[in-house]
């Protein structure tokens, strides 16, 4: 295994030394060198916050975050890593680094930050730096930081997952299934929302802080919030509905899923199976050529059948999604891309120079509005709530069934959640597969 994985991180940095030895070209630059990050501590306080490298650092080098660390990428020449571990006795320092992606750079240990200038090519050469510490970088002499063409050629480019990056992503899937059936069965035992979260994170084998994202653990009508933080102590009276949207990480690359449950069956239950079912039927409309945005569109005309198979809103399908009724009960966009970060970069690019496609005009949550290609990973959310704020804005409307929507807003909602590689010849499924193969 460990072979395999160096052969993918060794062809991975073919493709981004590629990338950069382009992009640097095209912007008349020698080299780039990307800082890791710096700690941050409280306000008034000596307290750390947990520390996560800068994102572009994590796409070239796999260790876990260390902060203080350098990454010098020159066409031509080996990329070096200046290696942050300082000669400390309060805290234990990052390890020498001794893994399958070791043998791509040239490892330069450095025990104070300041010895990173040293690692800096010579003078005369045309630098710019990846950092979100600018001063520190002009005060090395680097006055070009975070060059907009620079960034947005980067951006463009992470769209297209290398194998490698697939990999990873299909291996953070199989860890988010574990850990979801672990909150299911959580759920199903009548555990409190900081219960489930907790059985998720050793069903992950995560702390909180690794999670890629603030999981949403939410039972009953508390679901209607789309991102409900905090995570009850108590039970509830009655536990009737649970919504988790979780993830994990892998390697600095994560999953994003999303699962909702019904104590008993019910037309809330069958509301979840009629959900999953468009969400598995509308999946098998992706392919390479595929607008994004006309997927997002279609699966509101789906969500306008359910509403009105269901009776919770008056009407055809057709009649109910022209009222625009849909965006009150699915007020969110489709999907996102994923990679490093949860919400992966140049979802509304529409160009390697930066063209911003805008939020979509009557879809404004909209995140990814590009036509689909192969290579790129994203996800595929559909929702369905009864959330207070949005139907009072549909109060005395004699087309919504208030008797059975009143019956139903206890339960809060729907959301499920799927991650999907986009192949030469259609998709891929990386989260159905990985709850499969727990049988």
């Known amino acids: 295994m460990t072979n395999r994985w160096k052969e993918l991180f060794s062809d991975h940095i073919e493709q981004l030394t590629e990338r950069y030895t382009t992009i640097l ?4 630059l020698d080299a780039l060198i990307i800082h890791s990050g710096a700690e941050k501590s409280r306000y008034l306080d000596n ?18 975050s260390n902060a203080h660390c350098l990454l010098v990428i020159r ?5 070096i890593l200046g290696w942050y ?3 400390d006795y309060w805290h234990a320092p990052a390890q020498i680094p001794d893994d399958y992606w070791v043998d791509s750079f040239a490892i330069e240990v450095i025990r104070t930050p300041d010895q990173l200038q040293n690692l800096l090519p010579e003078e005369g050469l045309r ?7 600018e001063a520190l970088m002009q005060s090395w002499g680097v006055t070009v930081v975070n060059p907009e063409k620079v960034m947005h050629a ?49 069903a992950a084998d995560h702390r909180e802080c690794e999670l890629p994202f603030p999981a949403t653990v939410v039972l009953n009508e508390r679901a209607s919030t789309l991102h409900c933080s905090g995570y009850k102590r108590v039970p509830d009276e009655e536990a009737r509905s649970f919504l988790i949207d979780a993830g994990t990480t892998y390697r600095h690359y994560i999953a994003d ?17 009629r959900m999953d079912k468009e969400l598995l ?11 994004y945005t006309d997927v997002h569109i279609d699966m509101h005309r789906r969500i306008a059948g359910m509403l009105s198979d269901f009776g919770i809103v008056k009407g055809s399908a057709e009649e109910i999604f022209e009222k625009k009724y849909t965006h009150t009960f699915f007020p969110h966009g489709l999907g996102h891309f994923i990679g490093i970060n949860t919400h992966d970069v140049a979802g509304w690019q529409l160009d390697c120079e930066g063209t911003d496609a805008g939020k979509h005009p009557e879809h404004p949550f909209l995140r990814l509005q590009r036509v689909l290609e192969p290579g790129m990973m994203f996800t595929v959310e559909p929702g369905l709530y009864f959330i207070e704020t949005l139907l009072a804005e549909q109060e005395g409307n004699k087309d919504f069934n208030w008797n059975l929507i009143n019956q139903l807003r206890p339960y809060g909602g729907i959301r499920i959640e799927d991650n999907i590689l986009i192949t030469e010849d259609g998709y891929e499924n990386l989260t159905r597969p990985a709850f499969a193969r727990l049988g």
Do not use: M
């Not at 039927?281 to 607008?291: E, N």
């Open 25 to 28: 070209g095209s912007c008349e």
């Open 47 to 64: 307290k750390i916050y947990p520390f996560w490298a800068h994102t572009h650092f994590r796409q070239w080098v796999a260790a876990e």
């Open 75 to 79: 066409p031509g020449h080996k990329p």
């Open 85 to 87: 571990q300082p000669r």
């Open 127 to 133: 630098i710019a730096a990846l950092a979100e510490d």
């Open 154 to 202: 980067l951006n463009w480019h992470r769209a297209y997952k290398t194998t490698y990056e697939q990999e990873l992503i299909r291996e953070a899937n199989k860890i988010a299934a574990k850990a979801h059936s672990a909150a299911e069965k959580a759920f199903h035992n009548g555990d409190t929302e900081l219960q489930i979260l907790l059985k998720y994170l050793q």
């Open 257 to 273: 899923v999303t699962r909702t449950y019904a104590a008993k069956p019910g037309i809330f239950a069958d509301l979840i199976a």
């Open 281 to 291: 039927d509308i999946i098998s409309t992706l392919k390479p050529g595929v607008h």
